[in-house]
């Protein structure tokens, strides 16, 4: 089993940056993958990046590639996504998950979500 306990989202002005935290807590957090995903109001919840676990692999979205950066501490049990360049399309709740087997960019293949954080983004 795996907690997962995102932090870090906020109002911010476009063109700005945020970076997310999500801690986990539980047993053998560096043998998971660890993904980001995002939902907006009225909208299917969408992968954002994704985080091998070692961090020697990671994939994005197309929207994300050179904004967005996931990486991890395996050391402190957490993932982070830091965002730039913030655009208010991405105004969404965040959640971090984790699997455990492979990398993966849809949601259904992950196990163990978190809660979400809130983070939106003002013209």
């Known amino acids: 089993q795996v907690q997962l306990v995102e932090s870090g989202g906020g109002l911010v002005q476009a063109g700005g940056s945020l970076r997310l935290s999500c801690a986990a807590s539980g047993r053998s957090f560096s043998s998971y993958y660890m993904g980001w995903f995002r939902q907006a109001p009225g909208k299917e919840r969408e992968f954002v990046a994704a985080i091998s676990w070692n961090g020697g692999l990671t994939y994005y979205a197309d929207s994300m590639k050179g904004r967005f950066t996931i990486s991890r501490d395996n050391a402190k049990n957490t993932v982070y996504l830091q965002m730039n360049s913030l655009k208010p399309e991405d105004t969404a709740v965040y959640y971090c998950?984790?699997?455990?087997?492979?990398?993966?960019?849809?949601?259904?293949?992950?196990?163990?979500w978190g809660q979400g954080t809130q983070v939106t983004v003002s013209s």
């Open positions: 998950a984790a699997r455990a087997g492979s990398i993966g960019r849809i949601d259904v293949v992950y196990d163990y």
